[in-house]
């Protein structure tokens, strides 16, 4: 069967959470052309005939924003028939976790603006962008259940309370600090380090690090984190 030229378009499309000032962020584009020319997007863009999913989706994200990222989850394949203007377009849709001070976000390509978001402070999205940002955000939530968040969030040395933090952002509530603390520290994945972080009120709080072997063998194998 003879399938025209038109007739099927395969794209890639990244949704990049960072964290930072007790927020969670996510990094979106100002689209230089039609179709949506002016709205903000997820950064992304068409497969080339020689790449695979994840050089594709690694050249679009570090061409629009500067951000290069070593892993991208893969999240989901968005095939609706109308979801693309232009043509029959399907997109697969790749998600990660940075530091946004890790980066000197710089529009490129197909962006004229780049730019960190807050999740509640969102603006109208191109595409289907929406509903991928939705389903990337259930991921992410879904994940601290069962894998350890925050490596590629936190600096590199930090004071507990912002991984307590980091959690009750993204899960959108509170937990209790001890029996977090508690749970947590089970996991045996922190460091506890020599140091201390200045505060400006109150006594200077210990700091710790990720124990990057033992985290990577807790997300290989899996944790149950049901901390309420």
Known sequence: MNVPD???KLTVDAVVFGYRDGQLFVALINRKYPPYEGQWALPGGFVLP????????????????????????QLFTFGEVQRDPRQRVVSVAYMGLVRPTDFDIKASTDAQEVDWFPIDELPALAFD??????MALKRLRGKLTYEPIGLNLL???????DLERLYATILNKPFDRRNFRKKFLSFGIL??????????????????SFDRHRYELARQ????????
């Open 221 to 228: 194998e899996g944790i149950l984190f049901d901390i309420k």
């Open 50 to 73: 020689d790449e695979n999913l994840e050089t594709a989706v690694q050249r679009e994200l570090h061409e629009e924003t500067g951000i290069q990222l070593r892993f991208l989850e």
């Open 191 to 208: 460091t506890e380090l020599p140091e201390k972080s200045a505060l400006e009120k109150g006594r200077p709080a210990t700091l710790y």
């Open 129 to 134: 962008h929406a509903s991928m940002l939705e």
């Open 6 to 8: 038109n007739a099927l």
């Open 155 to 161: 600096d590199e040395k930090f004071p507990f309370g």
